[in-house]
């Protein structure tokens, strides 16, 4: 009787030791997530859903959640014996691109240019291409296009049915209409050939308008004749000068003599300086030869400006006698050309 209750003993004694050698050789893994019910994979086996709470060997494992709506997340879980790792995770998700529809681009086509004449000047749609025949032109509207070709005194007007994806050709002899308006007008010195209106309009000169308007009137007449005397003189100095060029361009005005001026510029690109002096003058016989010219007062501009045709420019320059005022105003002209 006591062998047996030796021998269940040491059976007892062998089954919880080799129990808890089994038991030793696990960890646990408790993922969550936010929202749950997220599909849980471990090294690419279905393991449930969140929450979720397994046992697994010490070591590492790939684990995967996948929610309908939500990016997907993946990562590694480190398993140690006889401890739980726990993974909590928020689910972002899914950015839902929104499908606009894409405008069509509108349809376009290419224009070749053949003239028989150099240094052609074209205009398509009213815009000037800054290039010469022989060109092709790409990205032209499809449909009717207007084309203005200019050589010297010689232009035309074209309508071009450019098609969606093709090229259209024009091709344009300037010297068989030399040939033809010299026919017509046999006997003739000269022979002209209408440019469209819009190219001469391009052509107009601006007008520059320039004023001196003050309070200041020259004295020296009623001077001249004393021994001692002194008069007011205001004078204004405009000048004016293409962009590229070394030569300044003057106009003068001044108080009791000439007090506005008017002429005409091309276009381009100007740098204009104006400079107003207010002066004292000697008058009379002795005051002359004893004092010289003084300045009381100056005032200045600088400026750049883009002249453009068949525009009027007034600059006016105002002297009360102790402040300078300065005014600039632009007009359109609207010359008619025929």
């Not at 405009?238 to 003599?257: A, I, P, V």
């Not at 010289?292 to 600088?302: D, F």
């Not at 105002?318 to 007009?331: N, Q, T």
């Amino acid at each position: 009787m006591g062998k047996r209750k030796v021998a269940w003993g040491l059976a007892a004694i062998f089954l919880l030791v080799c129990g808890g050698i089994v038991w030793a050789q696990e960890g646990y893994l408790r993922i969550t997530s936010v929202p749950d019910s997220a599909t849980v994979e471990i090294e690419g086996k279905s393991a449930g859903k969140t929450p979720l709470l397994t046992a697994l060997k010490p070591g590492k494992y790939v684990y995967k959640l996948n929610l309908a709506g939500y990016e997907t997340i993946s990562g590694i879980a480190d398993i140690v014996e006889n401890e739980v790792t726990v993974i909590n995770l928020k689910l972002n998700r899914q950015l839902v691109k929104s499908s606009v529809p894409k405008k069509p681009e509108p349809a376009k086509g290419a224009l070749t240019i053949i003239t028989d004449w150099q240094e052609v000047k074209i205009f398509l749609n009213g815009h000037r291409i800054d290039k010469v025949p022989p060109v092709t032109i790409k990205d032209v509207p499809a449909g009717l296009n207007k084309v203005i070709l200019v050589s010297g005194d010689y232009a035309d007007s074209l309508d071009i049915l450019v098609q969606p994806g093709k090229t259209s050709v024009l091709k344009k002899n300037f010297e068989e209409d030399r040939k033809k308006y010299e026919a017509k007008l046999v006997g003739s010195e000269a022979v002209t050939v209408e440019t469209p209106v819009e190219v001469k309009k391009s052509m107009l000169p601006a007008k520059v308008v320039l004023r001196l308007n003050t309070a200041v009137t020259d004295s020296s007449q009623k001077q001249e004749t004393t021994i001692l005397g002194e008069s007011d003189v205001v004078e204004l100095i405009f000048q004016y000068r293409k962009t590229g060029e070394n030569e300044w361009n003057s106009r003068t005005l001044q108080s009791g003599t000439k007090m506005d001026d008017t002429w005409e510029i091309e276009k381009g690109t100007y740098e204009m300086q104006l400079v107003a002096s207010h002066y004292k003058v000697p008058t009379g016989i002795l005051n002359v030869l004893l004092t010289k010219k003084e300045k009381v007062r100056e005032y200045k501009e600088s400026f750049k400006k883009d002249i453009q045709p068949d525009v009027q420019y007034t600059y006016t320059v105002s002297y009360d006698g102790k402040v300078f005022s300065y005014k600039a105003e632009e007009v359109k002209l609207n010359t008619p050309v025929k």
